[in-house]
C-alpha cells in the first residue's frame, strides 16, 4: 500500500504533493514501483494535528482520486479518511476502500456507508485522538488491549452490515504508543494476525524509528522501514503502508523467496 498524502503538514511529505498533478505523477510512480493499493489522505494524522475541515479535505482528495481512477492500472485506491462525507465522494470518484484511522468511530455514519458500498474497511487503533494522543500513553498490556479493540471494532462493523471479507486490521503503530509499545506490538503481532483478518502495519518512517537509530530523520529512516515491515511479514502481516515502495517490495520479495513461500506480484 504505497501512501499519497495530499497535505501541507504530513510528518514526513508535507507539502510535496499538494498540487493534484504532482499527487498523482507520484501515485502512478509507486504504482510502477509495485504498489497495489494507493491510499489517499487530505489530513494529517500526525501528533498533534488538528482536524482539517470537510470541503478543504475533499478539495485536496477528490481531484487526486479522480484521476488516478481516469488513469487506471494494476491498483485499487483507498481513501484515508475519517469522515463520511470523504469516504462517499472519494467513493463516488473511484476508491473502493476506506482507511479509516478512528476504526468506524469518528463519523457515525461511516459504518453504515462501507456497508452500502460494498467497500472494503481498514480498522486501526488508536488511543485517543491525533491531538493529545501521545501524552502518556498507558496500557496494562499494549498487546492484549489493541487485540481488544480490534476485536470490538470488528464486531460492530459487522453488526452494521460490513462482511468480515471486507475488513482488515490494523494495530495503529505509532498512535498513542510509545516506542516501547510499538515495538511490543511487532514482537507480538502474530497476536494480532491470530484474530483471522488480513492485518496491515504501517511502520514508514515513524518516529520511533528515528529514536532507536540516534535521532534519524524522517528521509533517513528507510533501513528501519524495510526491518520492520520484514519482520512484520514473517510475524503474518499481509498489507504494508509505506512511503517507499520500490525498497520495501523488493525487501519483501526476497526475504519471502529466502524462506521459500514466494510473495505472488510486485515487480518480480
Ligand atoms: N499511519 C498514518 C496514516 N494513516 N493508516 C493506517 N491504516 N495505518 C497507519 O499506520 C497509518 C495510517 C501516518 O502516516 P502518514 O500518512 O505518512 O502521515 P500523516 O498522518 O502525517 O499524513
Known sequence: ???????????????????????????????????AILD???????????????????????????????????????????????????????????????????DPSMAALVAER???????????????????????????????????????????????????????IGFGKTAEHNLELLRRLDEIVAIGLPVVVGTSRKSFLGKLTGGRAEGERLPGTIATSVLAWERGASVFRVHDVAAVVDALLVTAATVGSPIVGGNS
Request: charged share 25%; with cysteine; proline share 6%.
Open 1 to 35: 500500500m504505497g501512501v499519497i498524502n495530499v497535505t501541507p503538514d504530513s510528518f514526513s511529505d508535507g507539502g510535496r504533493y499538494l498540487d493534484p498533478e504532482a499527487a498523482v505523477a507520484h501515485g502512478l510512480a509507486l504504482a510502477a514501483d509495485g504498489a
Open 40 to 106: 489517499v489522505g487530505g489530513e494529517s494524522t500526525r501528533p498533534g494535528a488538528g482536524p482539517v475541515p470537510v470541503q478543504e479535505e475533499l478539495r485536496r482528495v477528490v481531484p487526486v482520486i479522480e484521476a488516478l481512477a481516469c488513469a487506471g492500472g494494476d491498483f485499487a485506491l483507498s481513501i484515508d479518511t475519517t469522515k463520511m462525507d470523504v469516504a462517499r465522494a472519494a467513493m463516488d470518484a473511484g476508491a473502493r476502500m476506506v482507511n479509516d484511522v478512528s476504526a468506524l468511530r469518528s
Open 118 to 172: 460494498g467497500a472494503g474497511c481498514c480498522l486501526m487503533h488508536m488511543r485517543g485522538e491525533p491531538r493529545t494522543m501521545q501524552d502518556e500513553p498507558r496500557y496494562d498490556d499494549v498487546v492484549s488491549d489493541v487485540k481488544a479493540f480490534l476485536e470490538e471494532r470488528l464486531a460492530f462493523a459487522v453488526g452494521e452490515g460490513v462482511p468480515e471479507g471486507k475488513i482488515w486490521l490494523d494495530p495503529g
